[in-house]
């Protein structure tokens, strides 16, 4: 047995590494990436070229990431801020109940295991996300952030690396 669940309308680039146990649907997979096991990514999001997503992580609709990122283990996004199962009058939400809320994780950066990251948020070129972070707004490029919520911690020197 095979034990991968990906829809017909999943666009998968070249050379594109997959782990079993995962779950894919309508979204696009860039060229050289890699995605772990017990990964679910959801219709409408965007992995770039030569990234690794890494095991037990959740990718929602309305998420975009970008070339070369990291995503550690158990990493989950966050695409509706206010969630409800059901309406105001009780009845259960359908899609026309809620709009997708984006989220951004910009080229080169790096999210570490266990990290939550909010919706309406955008991570900047290749800032890193402590693991175990919760991150609640804007990460500025290089970066460093860590903590629930997540916080500056400093930026990278690029003469140290």
Same mark, same amino acid.
């Given at each position: 047995?095979?034990? !991968?669940?990906i829809?017909?309308?999943?666009? !998968? /680039? =070249?050379?594109? &590494? !997959? ?18 096991a017990?990964?679910? @990514? #959801?219709? *409408?999001?965007? +992995?770039?070229? *030569?990234?690794? @997503?890494?095991? $037990?992580?959740? +990718?929602?609709? /309305?998420?975009? +990431?970008?070339?070369?990122?990291f995503? /550690? $283990?158990n990493? =989950?996004f ?9 309406t105001?009058?009780?009845?259960? #939400?359908?899609?026309?109940?809620? &709009?997708v809320?984006?989220?951004? %994780? ?5 999210i /570490?295991?266990?990290? =939550?990251i909010?919706a309406?948020v ?22 460093? %952030? ?5 916080? !500056? ?5 690029? &003469?140290a #690396?």
């Amino acid at each position: 047995m095979n034990y !991968l669940c990906i829809s017909d309308d999943v666009k !998968l /680039g =070249t050379n594109v &590494k !997959l782990a079993k146990f995962i779950n894919l649907y309508g979204c696009e997979i860039g060229d050289n990436s890699k995605i772990g096991a017990f990964v679910e @990514i #959801q219709k *409408n999001a965007k +992995i770039g070229k *030569n990234c690794k @997503i890494s095991s $037990h992580t959740f +990718i929602c609709e /309305g998420v975009t +990431i970008e070339d070369n990122v990291f995503i /550690g $283990h158990n990493v =989950t996004f966050i695409n509706d801020m206010y969630p409800r199962a059901t309406t105001a009058d009780g009845s259960p #939400q359908t899609e026309d109940d809620w &709009k997708v809320e984006a989220t951004l %994780v910009k080229n080169g950066a790096s999210i /570490g295991s266990g990290a =939550t990251i909010l919706a309406n948020v955008t991570i900047g070129e290749r800032a890193i996300i402590g693991a175990g972070s919760v991150v609640t707004r804007e990460v500025p490029p290089k970066a460093i %952030v860590a903590g629930n919520p997540a916080a !500056l911690m400093r930026f990278i020197d690029d &003469k140290a #690396q």
